[in-house]
């Protein structure tokens, strides 16, 4: 398990727990800057997306208008500024934009919100939208935060085969940060069960 260290306040990466994350979000980029190997079944073609809480915090959408990105609101519709201010955006992230560094210095640890490697993003968007609520076992319809990091690792490991089939669709690997902050979790569908990557997931809290 990866501890944070004394006098390391949490979500404050240092430079190698920095490093592993940008490799482990670009292992390309990352083994040519580091000196390591890719991680294995990430093909190059891979891209990098972020489904970001902007309820979390008032910072993340100031963010993504700073970075002009192209980034979408999950909910459909047009959107009161104020909803769309807290609401779910989905954008896909580059190594070099001043908006990953904002998640890595800002948001790590704080849950601002879940990435994912995806090689054809084409339905992306509307495959994410479908889990955006979910019936309880009395018929109510609940909004479902899975892009919350906490949700998302307490969640994958209790899907069954179908849900996990469900889940991920176009998605490669879900990455989550890890309680601590001070790495990523891998998830990944194999097919038949849920594949976790990195330490720290087995203690994990719900």
């Known amino acids: 398990m990866t501890s944070i260290r004394a006098g390391q306040l949490k979500g404050q990466l240092t430079r190698d727990q920095r490093a592993r994350v940008m490799h482990t979000l670009w ?6 800057a580091t ?3 890719a991680s294995a079944g990430v093909p190059d073609a891979t891209s990098v997306w972020a489904v970001l809480d902007c309820a979390r915090d008032p910072r993340i959408y100031g963010a993504l208008l700073e ?3 192209e980034f979408r609101c999950l909910y459909s519709g047009t959107l009161p500024r104020a909803l769309e201010m807290v609401a779910p955006h989905l954008v896909e992230l580059l190594p070099t934009n001043r908006l990953t560094t904002r998640l890595l ?3 790590f640890g704080h849950a601002w919100g879940v990435f994912m490697h995806v090689a054809d993003p084409s339905a992306l968007r509307h495959h994410l939208r479908k889990f955006l609520k979910v019936q309880d076992e009395g018929g109510h319809r609940l909004l479902f935060r899975y892009y919350d990091p906490r949700v998302l690792r307490a969640y994958l490991p209790t899907c069954r085969t179908h849900e996990l089939r469900q889940m991920f669709g176009p998605v490669q690997r879900y990455l989550s940060e890890n309680r601590e902050g001070t790495s990523l979790l891998g998830f990944r569908f194999d097919g038949t069960r849920l594949v976790l990557e990195g330490a720290g997931h087995a203690d994990d809290p719900l």
Do not use: N, Q
């Open 67 to 69: 970075s002009r990105l």
């Open 35 to 37: 000196g390591t190997s």
């Open 27 to 32: 292992p390309v980029c990352g083994a040519s």
């Open 105 to 107: 210095d800002d948001g």
